[in-house]
């Protein structure tokens, strides 16, 4: 059992460039989510989503987007990089069926971005 | 708004010697509350979380958290710290009312003295 599983852990882009982080779980788990965590701040969450199809923006979804086209992918899309976004990039997945949001979060082991 | 604060930003305590890492939480609600480690370069690990009942919970590696409704708080206590136990502790809260997001504080890192 795989749980969630980030590609790539490391990424160095140029100023402008896009790329895509990679999220897959195995759980079936309903809701997913990416966050970013910087010193000092926590982690921040930038974008979720409740099912397939379904997408919400967090707190600091400026400059990035997602899709959910099935239950085990989410994949954020850095639009036109910027050297604000260079962070560590985490996926999350939640089993949430039946209104259920009193269960834990399983996170991936990170995406560390820089953007120069 | 929702809110979750961790006072200390850097603990360092001996090896042996208890450990209380504060956390407290503005929820309108009853809170779901967790907290959650991360070691050096590694994703986050559930150490325990409260729901209902019990105030007091039991979570891995002989961490324990207590939920204070008065004090709007869930401190994490162990008695006895190992060296194995220097990381980063985050404290959340989950908001039922936007599709279950977590919402954390800023971390406390734990340094351990020999």
């Known amino acids: 059992n795989a749980g969630v599983t980030q590609t790539p852990k490391f990424q160095v882009l140029k100023t402008g460039q896009s790329m895509t982080l990679q999220c897959a779980q195995d759980?079936?788990?309903?809701?997913m989510s990416w966050y970013r965590q910087d010193p000092g701040m926590g982690l921040r969450l930038i974008h979720y989503?409740?099912?397939?199809?379904?997408?919400d923006q967090g707190e600091v979804p400026n400059g990035y987007n997602v899709s959910r086209s099935t239950t085990e992918d989410f994949p954020l899309r850095l639009l036109s990089a910027a050297p604000s976004q260079t962070s560590v990039y985490f996926c999350?997945?939640?089993?949430?069926?039946?209104?259920?949001?009193?269960?834990?979060?399983?996170f991936g082991q990170g995406t560390r971005l820089t953007v120069v | 708004a929702q809110s979750v604060t961790q006072p200390d930003i850097h603990i360092t305590v001996s090896e042996g010697a208890s450990l209380e890492l504060r956390c407290n939480y503005s929820y309108g609600a009853t809170p779901y509350l967790f907290w959650y480690v991360q070691s050096p370069g590694q994703g986050l690990q559930l150490l325990l979380k409260?729901?209902?009942?019990?105030?007091l919970v039991q979570g891995i590696k002989g961490f324990e958290a207590e939920f204070k409704r008065s004090q709007s708080s869930f401190n994490l206590r162990k008695p006895s710290v190992h060296w194995s136990d220097a990381a980063e502790y985050f404290c959340a809260v989950g908001d039922y009312n936007q599709g279950g997001k977590l919402i954390f504080g800023q971390g406390t890192e734990l340094s351990v003295k020999p």
């Open positions: 409260y729901f209902s009942g019990d105030t």
């Open positions: 989503s409740v099912g397939a199809g379904i997408t």
């Open positions: 999350a997945s939640r089993y949430t069926k039946a209104g259920r949001m009193n269960t834990e979060a399983f």
């Open positions: 759980m079936n788990h309903e809701y």
